[in-house]
T-cell receptor
Framework: SQTIHQWPATLVQPVGSPLSLECTVE??????LYWYRQAAGRGLQLLFY??????ISSEVPQNLSASRPQDRQFILSSKKLLLSDSGFYLC????????????FGPGTRLTVT | SQQGEEDPQALSIQEGENATMNCSYK?????LQWYRQNSGRGLVHLIL?????REKHSGRLRVTLDTSKKSSSLLITASRAADTASYFC???????????FGTGTRLLVSP
């Protein structure tokens, strides 16, 4: 069976500090990978998606970047956090060539102070 | 950007009652999916309905799709306190499998 891991679960960072959130998927190969952000009480905003190693598409211009150094590893980064980067960050994966069902990780609650 | 709009934004019912949530979207779709999110957790896929389907069932869930009105509904029958969560619709357009999420309905089921 497939499993998706995200860490850390919670993070409190000062403005201007760097960020690195990691997501890994087990039990599948060549998954599509996604990073979402969810503001309090809101829906999900797609930030980045990847169809393969080193292939990253950005949906929203912002202070964040993503990388996929390995097939089942997806990393969300920032060089300098802004207050507006606070939120709930979710990683998800889907199988290539399917109807698009996505499977989500447990999320990371980021608070920028 | 968010394509779907859920209605109502919040719904409060008693155990045993049925809960109906509606979703409207703007563009042509390949399929529409419903997800559930417990507070502070990741989303869980509930059910998928394709653009050429009009109704689908899964356990206590019933989903309808009206592509002419660009709308869908999710019915949860005989609700339980454990159904308390936020429910989101998400559409998949033709092409790459990106999900576009609605704003969600917060469901509270009281014992």
């Amino acid at each position: 069976s497939q499993t998706i891991h995200q860490w850390p679960a919670t993070l409190v960072q000062p403005v201007g500090s760097p960020l690195s959130l990691e997501c890994t998927v087990e039990g599948t190969s060549n998954p599509n990978l996604y990073w979402y952000r969810q503001a309090a009480g809101r829906g999900l905003q797609l930030l980045f998606y990847s169809v393969g190693i080193g292939q990253i598409s950005s949906e929203v211009p912002q202070n964040l970047s993503a990388s996929r150094p390995q097939d089942r590893q997806f990393i969300l980064s920032s060089k300098k956090l802004l207050l507006s980067d606070s939120g709930f960050y979710l990683c998800a994966w889907s199988r290539t060539g399917t109807s698009g069902e996505q499977y989500f990780g447990p999320g990371t609650r980021l608070t920028v102070t | 950007s968010q394509q779907g709009e859920e209605d109502p934004q919040a719904l409060s019912i008693q155990e045993g009652e049925n809960a109906t949530m509606n979703c409207s979207y703007k563009t042509s779709i390949n399929n529409l999916q419903w997800y559930r999110q417990n507070s502070g957790r990741g989303l869980v896929h509930l059910i998928l309905i394709r653009s050429n389907e009009r109704e689908k069932h899964s356990g206590r869930l019933r989903v309808t799709l009206d592509t002419s009105k660009k709308s869908s509904s999710l019915l949860i029958t005989a609700s339980r306190a454990a159904d308390t969560a936020s429910y989101f619709c998400a559409t998949v357009n033709t092409g790459f499998q990106k999900l576009v999420f609605g704003t969600g309905t917060r469901l509270l089921v009281s014992p």
